[in-house]
């Protein structure tokens, strides 16, 4: 293969399959968990989203960056955090696409291939991107390698010589050192293993002050201001998430308090294993802008997705939580609720960013929920 302007280079999975194409961005090695996501556009928001980290993100749409890259100083006004990033910089550890087009759009300052090139971060293109999800769909999530094609014989050793994706602690690269505040109005604490902005975009749009509390800080030592907390999404295993950070500790300590509570993704397989459910390795997760999700009076909404993991529905604690939403397609949970209680969990991400706007009344319901408290 000639890649023009470029190296040539290879996405190389674990069982020893090669899908040659040609770098863009940082051309180095880089290595990590396959996923992919059937979004059509959002790559900004995608990229930048703290759940991606440790894995090379697989994009099924046929052509990526047609749009470029927008400015990270398009500020959202109540949080004061960027409009069309979810964090602060690039975390997919690389991006694999089809075919990389050059920009054309009035709020682009930079093409992906440079934005890329910028972060570090390597990117393959020209691979038939189909093939790729064909086979994971079939056998389920692998590791794998970009390298140089020159590299391509000694990938197999450097995939088996790092630990594998599930054991390995992201939230840590990607938490807040200290508590950080956005927004105006009654104070929320907001677990942070890794948030995406745009649920504390959210947030602070329904007149909520949010505290990022670090992952792994008890939530008593901010019990007398707050008056709401959130679970958020992260990166990794949610074992990890429990077992380091005590996450499901701090749900507990909630819902002791008797705290309005809204969790998500991450937050929601947190919350569901703190009250003894079990969660299991999806075989590939749901990852997209297009997952259908139904509540139990049949309602189907369209939600954005991230998660390889969910939780057994059967394990639920029902004492505590009723089902509320599921994925009419696999029958996977994707929320429980308990409307006494005021607590609000959803495996699928209600902000979207990027993806559809069909469940942000969920954040209504929790504001609610918080503003009533006495
Ligand atoms: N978006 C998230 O919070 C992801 C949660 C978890 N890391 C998973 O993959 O299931």
Redesign the pocket.
Known sequence: MKCKGSEEAALVLEDGTVFRGCYFGEPRVSIGEIVFTTTMNGYPESLT?P?YKGQILVMTHPMVGNYGVPSKNLIHKPSGLPLHYESDSIKVEGFVISRLTKPSHWSSVMSLDEWLKRESIPGLHFVDTRMIVKKIREEGVKMGAIVPADEIESALGKISNVPRYDEVDYISQVKPKVPIAHGEGETVALID??V?YGIVRELTERGLRVLRIPCGEKIEKFSDEIKGVIL???????KI?AERYKVTEAARAAVEYGFPILS??????LLNIAFGAQVYK?KY?HRGVNKPVKDTDSKCYIVS??????IKPETVNRRMFKHWFFNPDDRTLEGVVNYEKKIFSV?F?PESSPGPHDTRWIFDMFAKAVKEVK
Not at 232 to 237: I, L, Y
């Open positions: 989203d759940s293993c890794g995406k958020a999404n992260g990166p990794g295993n949610p998430a998500i993704c991450l937050g929601h397989q999806m997760g997705e991230n998660h390889g993991y969910a495996q991400h």
